[in-house]
């Protein structure tokens, strides 16, 4: 049972990356999927969450309207689309898989909800 996310690099202010989670060992379908993010000498941050249905999806504040989360089941894949970057989104991000299906506003940027974490990807933001 692993997760890899990758999808990281290097990019301008103001540009776009669009980060994959790639589920092996398991389906993601009827779980939830998260994306964290950790920057040097910070703790871990939730960033987004989407529900198995992709219906009902999550945001940190500092990153909604900017990011979008989206999934392909079929694929075993969910995406993390970053636009309009700025230096302070530079981290390690990460996915998880949620204990559930549908996370629980309150509690989805809480590492501890998830189960199963993948390698991270870093991403960096700068001129």
């Known amino acids: 049972v692993q997760l890899q996310a990758f999808g990281g690099g290097l990019v301008q202010p103001g540009g776009s990356l669009r980060l994959s989670c790639a589920a092996s060992g398991f389906r993601f379908a009827g779980y939830a999927v998260g994306w964290f993010r950790q920057a040097p000498g910070k703790g871990r941050e939730g960033v987004s969450c989407?529900?198995?249905?992709?219906?009902?999806?999550f945001y940190s504040a500092s990153v909604k309207g900017r990011f979008t989360v989206s999934r392909e089941d079929a694929e075993d894949t969910v995406y993390l689309q970053m636009d309009s970057l700025k230096p302070e989104d530079t981290a390690t991000y990460y996915c998880a898989r949620y204990l559930g299906s549908h996370p629980i506003a309150g509690l989805w940027a809480t590492p501890s909800q998830y189960v199963t974490w993948g390698k991270g990807t870093l991403v960096t933001v700068s001129s």
């Open positions: 989407i529900s198995s249905s992709g219906g009902r999806n």
